[in-house]
Nanobody
């Protein structure tokens, strides 16, 4: 499967953005999905994940209550709704898909497919 991430941009602190990740396969419902991010000089970190159906979600503590992951399997797309953005949310955001597991994993090594990344910059 190929993943295309979009929706990044420049936003002021306190603002909102929604990232989208479109999958090339109609059977995207067979993949768990995750969002990860990597800030300059830092390691990639888990942000949010959704099970194949989207019924089970997980979040990093740093974004819990501010970010929401959702998926529309009919559109083969997973979203990351980001609210109350902070400068520390600045990073390149990547979507990922896992064909093996039903539920999303916080370990990026469990994902077989990755999108190209989209830059999110939050100004103070």
């Amino acid at each position: 499967v190929q993943l295309q991430a979009s929706g990044g941009g420049l936003v002021q602190a306190g603002g909102s953005l929604t990232l989208s990740c479109a999958a090339s396969e109609r059977t995207f419902s067979n993949y768990a999905a995750g969002w990860f991010r990597q800030a300059p000089g830092k390691e990639r970190e888990f942000v949010a994940g959704a099970s194949r159906s989207g019924g089970t979600t997980e979040y990093a503590n740093s974004v819990k209550g501010r970010f929401t992951i959702a998926r529309d399997n009919a559109k083969n797309t997973v979203y990351l709704h980001m609210n109350t953005l902070k400068p520390e949310d600045t990073a390149v955001y990547y979507c990922a898909a896992d064909r093996i597991n039903i539920f999303a994993n916080r370990n990026g090594e469990r994902y077989q497919y990755w999108g190209q990344g989209t830059q999110v910059t939050v100004s103070s």
